[in-house]
Nanobody, 120 residues
Framework: QLQLVESGGGLVQAGGSLRLSCAAF????????VGWYRQTPGKERELVAE???????NYVDSVKGRFTISRDNAKNTVALQMNTLKPEDTAVYYC??????????????WGQGIEVTVSS
């Protein structure tokens, strides 16, 4: 089992910044993929940013140049630095880590979700 704990959300004015963090806890796991997703009421969860297995990053067009995803392998954490926030960035953000845990098949593990609210 892999437990993910997210932190760093909250309320910020448009133009401000927030940094989301996701820490993975467990035994004998190997991470292959990390990503941040977001969801608003009535809409499907969408990919915001990801680090692919080869190390390349990918961002949804609406956040390019404003958000940066990073990963700390030693601490088993993934962060999302969000700058120049806009009201349309308001959502619940979820961390996704794809990992092999204790020899089990590769699975996606999700954080509990953290709210980000950007006021205009």
């Amino acid at each position: 089992q892999l437990q993910l704990v997210e932190s760093g959300g909250g309320l910020v004015q448009a133009g401000g910044s927030l940094r989301l963090s996701c820490a993975a806890f467990g035994r004998a796991f190997h991470i292959y993929y990390v990503g941040w997703y977001r969801q608003t009421p009535g809409k499907e969860r969408e990919l915001v940013a990801e680090i692919r297995p080869g190390g390349g990053t990918n961002y949804v067009d609406s956040v390019k140049g404003r958000f940066t995803i990073s990963r700390d392998n030693a601490k088993n954490t993934v962060a999302l630095q969000m700058n120049t926030l806009k009201p349309e960035d308001t959502a619940v953000y979820y961390c996704d880590i794809r990992a092999i845990v204790a020899g089990r098949p590769l699975l996606d593990y999700w954080g509990q979700g953290i709210e980000v609210t950007v006021s205009s």
